[in-house]
C-alpha cells in the first residue's frame, strides 16, 4: 500500500530505501572502527604511561647510584703510585 500512496514510482523508493540500508551499514561499520580505535589507542597510552613510570624509576635509581659514586670518591683518599 505505501506504493500506491507514494508519489515516487516504485523503483525509485526501492533505490532509496537500498540507499539508506547501505549508508546504514556503512555507519555501523565506520562505528565499530571507531571503537576499535578508540580501544587501542586506550591500550597504547597505558603502555606509554607504564613506560614513563619505569622510566622515573630508572632515572632515580641512576641518580641514586651517581650520587654513591661521587660520596665514594670524595671519601677514598687518592692512589698513590
Given at each position: 500500500m505505501l506504493r500506491i500512496m507514494s508519489k515516487d514510482p516504485p523503483n525509485q523508493?526501492?533505490?532509496?530505501?537500498?540507499?539508506?540500508r547501505q549508508i546504514q551499514e556503512a555507519q555501523l561499520f565506520a562505528d565499530r572502527a571507531?571503537?576499535?580505535?578508540?580501544?587501542?589507542?586506550l591500550n597504547v597510552i597505558k603502555q606509554v604511561e607504564r613506560l614513563g613510570r619505569r622510566l622515573?624509576?630508572?632515572?632515580?635509581?641512576?641518580?641514586?647510584?651517581?650520587?654513591?659514586?661521587?660520596?665514594?670518591?670524595?671519601?677514598?683518599?687518592?692512589?698513590?703510585?
Open positions: 523508493t526501492d533505490d532509496l530505501l537500498r540507499e539508506v571507531s571503537d576499535q580505535i578508540n580501544e587501542q589507542l622515573t624509576l630508572l632515572e632515580d635509581r641512576l641518580t641514586t647510584l651517581a650520587e654513591g659514586e661521587s660520596e665514594d670518591e670524595q671519601a677514598s683518599p687518592p692512589d698513590s703510585l
